[in-house]
């Protein structure tokens, strides 16, 4: 499959034609007068995509099911690469770069050239959807970079990209485009070169969300044996936004089974400071095994969350502050615009204190904080009976009619 084929021994590319020109170049080919490079009859043919179904089409041209040079109806790019080396070069074209398929250079053929009509400037975009060994890889780049040439590499397979140097990568240009339709995967790739394009693409390296600002969120509770009160560590609020503006404050709970180290060092830290107000964290044997929990500061006994019967939260800022993993924290809980790892992407917009917590991002942390307890699972569940539902919008007026009166009951100012 191929963008370009001789008719009337020019080298034409089939984007060039509209609809009704193409319609005589398929007449024309029928009577053996369209050839592709390699010499072979060629097929004017149309490839339909996008969302909804066929809205967008690409014109190619491929070989007879019979090919004289052995590639049969197959023969050359697939139509998943084929179709994105005409997308980028389509994309490119619309911002006025001059465009080059499959052009040639001294020891080399680049498949989208690039060139900046103003300052003369070019770039090879290269396109590997299949696995490619790094030696191939790193002897494409030398080649065309001796001939001045700036390389950007787009990879449809996460294994490829990984088994390059980390030199390599860190010094040119690599991104993965994701997707598995050729719809997505075309989105993918148009947004990554827009970013090249603008000059705004960089190595992240994401060291340093490794250490990311936080703050302990906890709640107040009481001894059931003695009575005596202290707080439990219920999470802690992530507040990555102060060194990458564009990531928003995590709110990261407690889990039963297992805490991350800092959150749970900050807390004995705090706790060795004033013994009497933090409760003692570790592990303890429960119902269902060993869990994490606060024991009493004061007789020891352990207090498992699920018997607290308090409705209220410690303000936030309330806990002592500490820095976080947040890499750490967007493994155990991914979310599909979470940066994970390093890689080319986005210059990150410089940092940003902003409000800590929104209104309602705060009342989301409440109801994730309560939602695990009994007398309030029915309430906050997002499915139940009829039952369920009054009584979570009669918590809900409650909650209203306290802001208007400017009772406390559930007081989430900031």
Known sequence: MSLFAFRNGHLVPSYAFDKEEWVEVRKEARDGLVTLECGCPAVPAVLKWGIPKGSRITQYFRHRPSG???????????????HLKYAAGNFAR????????????????AGVLLTNPKTGGQAAIEIALSNIAPEEIISRTEAREESGL?????????????????????????????????????????????IYLKGRAVYDDVVDLEEVPAELVMIPGRCVNCGHEFTFLQGAVLYPNRLRGNIEPRFVRTARWTIPHW?????????????????RL???????????????????????????????????????ETTGDYLEIVQW???????????W????????????????????????????????????????????KK????????????????????????
């Open 282 to 320: 570790g592990r303890h044997m429960g119902e269902k095994g060993q869990v994490w929990g606060c024991s009493c500061p004061k007789c020891d006994t352990f207090i498992d969350e699920y018997a607290l019967r308090t409705a209220t939260i410690l303000q936030h800022p309330g806990g002592p």
């Open 94 to 109: 619309l911002r006025g770069l001059e465009v080059g398929y499959h052009a040639r250079g001294d020891g080399w053929r």
């Open 345 to 388: 992407r986005k210059r990150q917009d410089p940092p940003r204190e902003g409000p800590r917590v929104t209104i309602g991002k705060w009342n989301w942390i409440l109801d994730r904080v309560r939602s695990l307890r009994p007398e309030h699972k029915e309430i906050l569940s997002p499915k139940g009976s009829g039952k369920a």
């Open 391 to 414: 009584s979570r919008k009669a918590t809900a007026n409650k909650v209203r009619a306290a802001r208007r009166s400017g009772g406390s009951a559930l007081d989430l100012s900031l």
């Open 263 to 279: 959150m749970a060092d900050a807390y004995r830290t705090a706790s060795k400071k004033e013994p009497a107000k933090f409760g």
């Open 68 to 82: 004289g040079c052995g590639a049969g109806g197959s023969g050359g790019d697939s139509t998943e690469l084929m």
């Open 333 to 343: 809980y991914p979310r599909p615009c979470d940066i994970v790892e390093a890689g």
């Open 150 to 194: 700036k390389v950007v590499w787009f990879f449809g397979k996460k294994d490829t990209l990984e088994r390059l140097p980390e030199s390599f990568v860190e010094a040119r240009p690599c991104f993965l485009v994701k997707g598995e339709r050729i719809h997505d995967m075309a989105t993918s790739l148009e947004n990554q070169l827009d």
